[in-house]
């Protein structure tokens, strides 16, 4: 349990630096060690399919944000000392929304199961009669190419459609 | 009950960085942020203590595992995930290339 406290105050930490930081580019890499340290954390609650699929993407993420601020600006130009008159709503805004969000979250956090005791009681179909049915070892696999399979095709058209639209927007002359 | 207040923590620091600050790439960056928040509160949810990974590795073997359903959510989402930063990403790049800044509120005194 203690290497999951820890990791979490180190993600914490890289979050308020990726936040914070002037460099846009150490920025990003903050926030390659969130992604990283959420990786690790899924291999410790025993979840190795997400820490496979966490890795490449989080790779993915961290080279898309380097290519997008190698081609705009290495620093953050709108961090200045003090406080200045048009700063003050945003500052205001976050006050209420934060509060607004932490307050519901420890309502929600109250009706949840307790941490390492989840009530299973769909997941237990799944886990006793999924490889009779399905014939696939690993239960999360059996869940999303078979049981949810739609949703996985639905996963599959927004990752396409994704792709076109970054093909869209980043072409350099359209058509006449 | 610490780990899920440590994903809510970094969800309300993903918002600080959406609504505060006026630079494109640290908007961006916060909504990354809310995305693993999100991500790992799920992952958290499913977890049992002194189980194993659900994967069946012999037909005898107990059946104590942790729940499969918030990791098969979960790996829909984080592919999702990468598709909207890509998105995002490539607006900002064309935003730059229009504007030549990435401060929002430079962008939004430029009309045209």
Redesign the interface.
């Known amino acids: 349990m203690i290497e ?2 820890l990791l ?2 180190a ?2 930490a890289a ?2 630096v ?2 914070e930081i002037k460099d ?1 580019l150490a ?2 890499v903050s ?1 390659g060690i ?2 990283f340290s ?1 990786a690790i ?2 291999i410790l ?6 820490a496979i ?2 890795i490449v ?1 989080e790779i ?2 961290v080279v ?2 380097a ?3 190698l ?3 290495h620093t ?3 961090i200045q000392k003090g406080i200045q008159r ?2 003050i709503f ?2 205001i ?2 006050f209420i ?2 509060t607004l ?2 307050v519901l ?1 420890i309502y929600a ?1 109250k009706d ?7 009530i ?1 009681k ?2 237990e179909h ?3 009669h ?2 009779n049915q399905t014939g696939a ?4 696999a059996a ?2 190419l078979d049981y ?1 399979g739609y ?2 095709f639905g ?1 599959a058209v ?2 396409f ?3 076109l ?2 093909l869209t ?2 072409r350099v002359k359209g058509r006449k | 009950m610490i780990p899920f207040i440590g994903c809510i923590l970094l969800i309300v620091i993903g918002l600080y960085g959406i609504i505060t600050k006026r630079n494109l790439i640290k908007i961006a960056i916060g909504f990354c942020m809310v995305e693993y928040g999100v991500n790992l509160l799920f992952a958290f949810i499913g977890f049992k203590k002194d189980a194993l990974a659900p994967i069946i590795t012999s037909p005898n073997s107990p059946l104590n595992f942790v729940d499969p359903i918030p990791q098969a959510l979960v790996l829909t989402a984080i592919v999702i995930g990468l598709g909207t930063t890509a998105v995002m990403l490539s607006l900002i790049i064309r935003i730059y290339q229009k504007y030549k800044t990435l401060d929002i509120n430079e962008i939004r005194k430029l009309k045209g």
Do not use: H, K, W
């Open positions: 999951i406290y979490v105050i993600m914490l979050a308020i990726a936040i846009l920025s990003a926030m969130v992604g959420v954390m899924f609650v025993q979840a190795p399919d997400l699929v966490q993407v993915l993420t898309f944000f290519a997008t601020i081609r705009t600006t953050d130009t709108t048009e700063g945003p500052v805004a976050f929304f934060g969000v932490t979250a956090l949840l199961p307790r941490f390492g005791m989840p299973m769909v997941a799944y886990i006793v999924g490889l070892t690993n239960i999360v869940i999303i949810r949703d996985t996963e927004v990752l459609t994704s792709v639209g970054v927007i980043l």
